[in-house]
């Protein structure tokens, strides 16, 4: 990954993020963290293998990239997830529809959770869902953020 085009006979700096991709993955999603300590290229990528296999449609990929142990209930789907892991699940409900969810982490050096989210969320069984769990700059609880990754179908045989 390079801020801009190589020129003719210019070799890829060493510092430069790099991904090998398989070729068994028939679709993938690109994942970018900020890297401060990449001082060529600011940013960290991970490649999501987001093959009908791996990740079917209407499951759930959770990546903490906190430094908090997360603990989460999606309908009746629990998860835990490790600081700098991720983990996946199936759907909360089969249909489109609402469900509940509560989100918890155990911060380092603590023995209690604390709450990060009570809602209810609503289900589509046609997407994909990502959830970031970060760090808040100037807060200790981490954040929260997602994505509904939608398939255009009209285009999905065309890679």
């Not at 999603?29 to 209407?58: C, H, M, Q, W, Y």
């Not at 835990?80 to 609402?98: C, E, M, T």
């Not at 589509?124 to 997602?146: C, E, M, S, Y």
Request: aromatic fraction near 10%; proline fraction near 12%; hydrophobic fraction near 40%.
């Amino acid at each position: 990954i390079l801020p801009k085009p190589l020129g003719a006979g210019e070799q890829v700096p060493a510092a430069a993020p790099k991904l090998k991709i398989p070729a068994t993955w028939s679709r993938c999603i690109f994942l970018f963290f900020a890297d401060p300590a990449n001082p060529f290229f600011p940013v960290r990528v991970i490649p999501v293998n987001a093959s009908p296999t791996e990740f079917p449609k209407g499951h759930t990929l959770i990546y903490n990239v906190s430094n908090a142990t997360i603990r989460g209930k999606f309908g009746e789907e629990s998860v835990l997830v490790r600081p700098g892991n991720s983990a996946s699940f199936k759907p909360p409900i089969q249909r489109l529809g609402d469900y509940s969810v509560a989100i918890d982490c155990l911060l380092p050096g603590e023995t209690k959770a604390t709450s990060i989210c009570r809602s209810s969320w609503q289900h589509d069984p046609t997407a994909r869902q990502v959830l970031f769990i970060t760090p808040a700059p100037g807060f200790k609880i981490p954040r929260v953020w997602g994505i509904l990754d939608r398939e255009n179908e009209t285009n999905s045989n065309e890679r």
